[in-house]
């Protein structure tokens, strides 16, 4: 289902020229005649508009510094922003062999809790008692204070008062100076997280690489619903040693050791590329665009990674991996694929999902209408990659015997759970294809949109003009849309489901995606357009 450039047209004439002429820019036809097509991306929101982008602090505290579990994380500033960064993006943590449940701090907020008074005379020594509380409470590993945008307005310095509080208590204090205003959007927060832990913790710690193990990180991986988890599962019985997931679940002892892995995988290159970017300058460690999303996009991430270490032994044992799991899912992928064959989806995420969920959409034969970023830049859009090569002795290389996971049982026994012959589920097993993926653009067809920083008007004429079977977004216009009839997943924290990525997560995701589809109370619900007791004006009120 696709739009015209007459449609686009009479969405944009809402806007005054000024305002049209820029967000023409941001919104595009997919045109297969035009070899490279291109959008603007990663520009300012234009004042007045509400689009559905985060701010600096958002990006630093709330996704790259926040999950790291074993650290006190501070947020210097009001209530509120502490409490719209606590807990609902649904990062999981949990004690591990290194760090103990008294250590794990992910489920508490702490905030200096900003008042007027404070903006007035300054909030330093409210800060500076805060640590020392926190400190003698719970006796964190290291403490992190994250600014929020009144203390770049009235200039507390919170550098000093970590300082301070670093020699008062001998433990690392990190000050992000992530004040919501900076830069367009969370990327500019991102980035100001990624210089600080790379130039303070990634590096410091003494640990010391096995040379017979091949050691990898996964940056840009947020066990958002214990997607990480799902990783770990798959790349451990491949025979990896999973050095650090980065942040989700991660300790400060292991990214302090980050730099003992022979290769960074990128899940999410919008948060995390910087860092990947500046090891393989001051390490030699290379790094590789990964997606694990989606059955087609792990497999192929899988392969991908085997062929970085060039190991013949790596590459049988993920044909094996690979081989296993999808004997297990496939057969039940196949009956949520005929609910979910043929049907249409909008999904507008941050700045990696989209195209990530749109290979795993692509799987469950759904075709993705419209596909946008809320601050992604143009690679994102655009999809490239260059996969490198390591030298490595791969014969002294130690890859452990595949062993039984623990539902091995219920692998072997699928077809009994899902109530079908051996023989239907055999035949099952091998029907689905799972074809390569290009990226967001080359993935679509001749008239879908691409949109960049899209504000309500926009989502609101593009569902009543295309009316897709879902909307994948977030939670500001998730109910919105339920309100046009149309159902909408959360795809920031998964609503309460996940994990989604790797072979078990498809399976949850397309699940929930086909229980949505079969949802009857969607049909009860009349659009506002479709309203006829309802004038035009009435609808937009
Ligand atoms: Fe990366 Fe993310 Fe995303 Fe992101 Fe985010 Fe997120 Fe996201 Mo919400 S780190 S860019 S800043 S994949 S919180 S886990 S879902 S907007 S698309």
Redesign the pocket.
Known sequence: MSITEEQLEEMLSRYPDKVKKNRKKHLILKNSAEACQQIEANTRTIPGIISQR?CAY??CK???VGPIKDMVHIVHGPVGCSYYAWGT?R?KARADDTTPPEKVFTPLCFTTDMQESDIVFGGDKKLAKMIDQVVEIFHPRAVSICATCPVGLIGDDINAVAKAAEERHGIQVLSFNCEGYKGVS?SAG?HIANNNLMEHVIGKGTAEKNPDDYVINIL?E?N?GGDGWELERILKDIGYTLNCIMTGDASYEKIRNLHIADLNLV??H???NYIAEMMETKYGIPWLKVNFIGVTATMASLREIAQCFNDEKLIERTEMVIARELARVTPALEQYRKICQGKTAFIF??????H?YQALLRDLGMDVVVAG????HRDDYEGRQVIPTIKSDADSKNIPELHPTPDEELYQEAHVHLKMSKEKYDELSSRIAFNSYQGMIPEMKDGEVILDDANHHEVEELIRMIKPDLFFS?VRDKYIVHKMGVPAKQ??SYDYSGPYAGFNGSLIFAEDVANALVTPAWKLVTAPWEDQNRSRSDSNA
């Not at 995420?349 to 989209?354: A, D, I, L």
Request: proline share 0%; glycine share 22%.
């Open positions: 985060g958002a990006g709330g996704v790259v993006r990062n969370q991102h840009g947020y958002i899940q999410c919008r948060s995390i995420v941050g700045g990696s999902r989209s990530h970023y809320e601050f992604a977030g795809m920031h």
